[in-house]
């Protein structure tokens, strides 16, 4: 049973054990259907009318038979005085009982309910405990070797991989890294889109490591009955402490690590926070050769808490990106193996036909094409499961269908970047190039990543010149080749827009406006700048920009052949390093 399911379950049943309770007084109430009810005082006019046969007096209730034969019930006061010698003297056939029933008898209806509810409750509480894995009070680890799943799993994600050993490493031979006192990180968080086998290398890892594996799930943390989650962190760390050297990973720790004081649950938030705190306090709590190391995994890194990725917290972040070609065609041959394929059938072609797709989508693929072929009596997997087991997977939801690039984009995104390395290597004093991509990261399609050899702190004139025209080399590429421009551009004229209006209003570096550094915005108490300077700075940065885009156009349109071959190049292999790219420009 899952977690939900039992509580589910749970609600429905104290429900129902809630309502017979209710409806028990509804059924058997304590005096209906009993004799009437008779006042004190009506009963002794009764009494004085001699209109009474018996009673049989309980305590401080008596029962008693008019002479009619109809019965009744009195309550009688604390003060009876000669109650008995009036009845004696009505000739009243009196007989005395003890109470049947002890006050605690009365109350043990009630005692039972509550006991089966608490119980209920409990046994609800340890399922759900045991449906995540955690029995009351011990946090069972994966012991080594328990998790099959090995680097050899994952593909496509090379960097990661290489880090990730790095702690492995760590855990199987921590000497090696105490006696030259390296600080291994005590949090490694991996973060980056769903699907991209983030929960995958943490299992990887626990295969790999040879030590205890602590695996929970952030969102066990909070659905837990109130004030369990922080008794819970407690546990898990105290736990972990005595296995170390050990790993704890808690995955879609967004759940437990949101901001605090946001997001949009009311009155959830308490118990949210006060595990996360519980969480952060532990995580300060032990040295850096404790041996335990917290690894995380989340799809929304812009959601957390800053304070969980502190230095001694989640001090390492790993980004995990969809993969590009060459990796698709690596994650395909992982998912291929046990599978029968066609002898023609080719994974690097395939790979190129899903820009856009995660290791998760192209399992996906290349299961939907093995049941394909199965439901048409076929032996193995031909190109044709695999074309349709494409659109199924790009239909297969709202998602997924906006991360699936359109051909004709993808062609405009290329040019885009190839422009921006483009005029990055062929300018003088820009930065060169590192890395050109064509893979989506986020709301950019693509990027291209340059950065200067060694640190600088003063840019000249002409080196942010440079650098402007290499931000305005996406846009002109694309009018070159395409014809016109498109929305991509946005972030790049945005970028350049504040760098110019910088070097205008604050470095000097305008014709116009001179030697003038304008206050930022408008502070309190600081004059802001006059109607007419804004003005004439508007349009001197129009004009530097104006002027830059003219010369990147230049630029371009005299090297449009060695564009159209970095157009090419990057297209079919989607990321390309700056020797690449220096290479296939001649530069
Ligand atoms: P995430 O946790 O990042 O959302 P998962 O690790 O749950 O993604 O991935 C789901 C499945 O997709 C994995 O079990 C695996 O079958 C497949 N997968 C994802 N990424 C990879 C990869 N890099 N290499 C091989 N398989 C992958
Ligand atoms: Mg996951
Ligand atoms: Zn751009």
């Known amino acids: ?351 190129r036909r899903t820009p856009g797709f995660t290791g998760a989508d192209l399992a996906n693929l290349l299961n939907e094409a093995a049941i394909l072929a199965v439901r048409r009596g076929r032996k193995q997997i031909t190109m044709n499961e695999i074309d349709e087991a494409i659109d199924r997977v790009v239909a297969g939801g709202p998602a997924r269908k906006g991360r699936m690039i359109r051909p004709e984009e993808k062609r405009r995104i290329a040019v885009h970047e190839a422009g921006h390395a483009l005029v990055a290597t062929l300018t003088p004093g820009a930065d060169p190039v590192q890395k050109v991509t064509v893979i989506p990261r986020g709301r950019a399609g693509g990027f291209t990543l340059t950065a200067p050899e060694e640190d600088q702190m003063l840019y000249t004139r002409s080196e942010l010149e440079a650098r402007l025209k290499m931000m305005l080399g996406g846009l002109a590429a694309e009018e070159v080749l395409m014809g016109e421009r498109s929305t991509g551009a946005q972030d790049d004229l945005k970028r350049a827009t504040q760098i110019a209006r910088e070097m205008i209003s604050r470095y000097g570096m305008g014709e116009s406006v001179g030697l003038m550094s304008v206050p930022e915005a408008d502070w309190p108490g600081v004059q802001t700048v006059s109607q007419e300077s804004a003005a004439a700075i508007e349009r001197e940065v129009q004009s530097v920009l104006d002027r830059l885009y003219r010369e990147v156009r230049r630029l371009i349109e005299a090297n449009r052949d060695r564009l159209v071959a970095l157009v090419v190049e990057l297209s079919d292999r989607e990321t390309l390093d700056g020797d690449e790219v220096r290479q296939i420009l001649g530069a």
């Open 1 to 351: 049973m899952s977690s939900d399911r039992t509580r589910e379950v749970t609600k429905r049943i104290l429900l129902v054990l809630f309502a017979l309770w209710l409806l028990q007084f509804a059924f058997f109430p304590p005096l209906a259907s009993r004799p009437a009810e008779l006042s004190y005082s009506a009963f002794l006019d009764a009494l004085a009318e001699r209109r009474i046969a018996e009673v049989v007096i309980t305590d401080r209730v008596l029962e008693g038979e008019f002479v009619s034969g109809e019965a009744f019930t009195v309550t009688l006061p604390a003060e009876t005085t000669g109650l008995a010698e009036r009845l004696e003297e009505a000739g009243v056939e009196q007989q005395y009982k003890v109470a049947r029933q002890p006050w605690w008898l009365a109350l043990l209806p009630t005692v039972i309910w509550l006991g089966a509810m608490i119980g209920l409750f409990a046994w609800a509480q340890k399922r759900q405990a045991g449906a995540m894995g955690l029995a009351r009070g011990a946090v069972k680890p994966l012991a080594p070797g328990e998790s099959t799943v090995t680097f050899a799993d994952v593909a496509g994600v090379d960097e990661v991989k290489a880090d990730l050993e790095e702690i492995v490493d760590y855990l199987r031979n921590p000497d090696k890294y105490r006696q030259i006192g390296a600080r291994i990180p005590r949090g490694v968080l991996l973060y980056g889109p769903p699907g991209t086998g983030k929960t995958l290398l943490a299992r990887a890892v626990a295969g790999e490591a040879g030590v205890p594996f602590f695996a929970l799930s952030g969102s066990s943390f909070v659905e837990l009955f109130v004030g369990m989650g922080a008794s819970r962190v407690r546990d898990l760390f105290a736990q972990a402490r005595k296995n170390a050297p050990c790993i704890i990973f808690i995955d879609e720790i967004d759940a437990v690590g949101r901001q605090r004081g946001a997001g949009p649950v009311a009155g959830g938030h308490d118990e949210r926070e006060q595990t996360l705190n519980q969480l952060l306090t532990e995580m300060d709590g032990f040295g850096a050769y404790e041996g335990v190391i917290v690894l995380a995994a989340t799809n929304r890194p812009d959601v957390l808490d800053r304070a969980l990725l502190r230095p001694g917290r989640f001090d390492r972040q790993i980004p995990v990106g969809p993969p590009d070609a060459k990796g698709r065609e690596e994650i395909l041959r992982v998912h291929a193996a046990g599978k029968q394929l066609d002898p023609s059938l080719d994974l690097a072609a395939i790979a």
